[in-house]
């Protein structure tokens, strides 16, 4: 069956949406968008999109269904972090216990809970930190409540950006001595740098389609 302008201009748009992802090179797009607009029949566009998960299908042969990822739960850690005269860290996917301990002596941790997977609605964590800093980052949608003891220091907590009364909460506890608690909240990547990668490629990809139409009219 021969495939239409519109056949074309769909998988051109998954081909873009691949290319945002990362799954396929700049190099590779360029290519596989060369072939979509030579393309006259539904069996040509098929080996284009034949690696990639999709999301939606002009025809049945050429599917576009986006697969589901099954993530595996991530590993324990231990709940207690401590630095003294030095530094601790845990980010990336990490899950969060019920209560996670943190203590500093003369050093500093920072904890990183936009990709973490809490164990529950709300998780507790328990400072202890003498001439010290904790920071932490979180994604928008967490409560953050200080109840902790600080003593020559204090806690810099950012307003409540949601009034779900299920939103997730992180409890702070403990004690800070000469020291304090810093909280930012931010998305991870940040919104602006994403934006501005989708306009940028998706700018590019309209010029390659007029250029592809160009050549086509030519012909």
Not at 2 to 14: E, G, L
Not at 48 to 76: C, F, I
Request: aromatic residues 4%; glycine residues 8%; hydrophobic residues 35%.
């Amino acid at each position: 069956m021969r495939a239409s302008d519109a056949d074309r201009d769909q998988v051109a748009d998954r081909l873009r949406e691949a290319l945002a992802e990362g799954r396929i090179t700049p190099e590779e797009h360029a290519e596989r968008i060369d072939a979509v607009y030579k393309a006259k029949t539904y069996a040509e566009l098929e080996p284009v999109l034949s690696d990639l998960p999709s999301a939606r299908a002009p025809r049945p042969t050429v599917d576009l269904r986006k697969e589901e990822r099954v993530v595996a739960p991530p590993a324990p850690q231990s709940p207690n972090l401590v630095a003294i005269f030095g530094g601790a860290e845990r980010k990336g996917r990490w899950l969060v216990e019920p209560t996670t301990n943190v203590s500093c002596v003369f050093g500093g941790v920072d904890l990183d809970f936009r990709q973490a997977v809490l164990s529950r609605g709300e998780v507790t964590v328990n400072v202890t930190c003498v001439f010290g800093g904790v920071n932490l980052v979180v994604p928008p949608g967490v409560r953050v409540v200080g109840s902790n003891v600080a003593i020559f220091g204090g806690n810099d907590l950012p307003e409540d950006d949601t009034t779900d009364p299920d939103a997730p909460v992180i409890r702070l506890t403990g004690l800070v001595l000469f020291g304090g608690v810093s909280v930012t909240r931010r998305e991870v990547g940040g919104k602006k740098r994403r934006r501005d990668r989708h306009g940028e490629i998706h700018r590019l990809h309209q010029e390659r389609r007029a250029e592809m139409r160009e050549r086509r009219r030519d012909r």
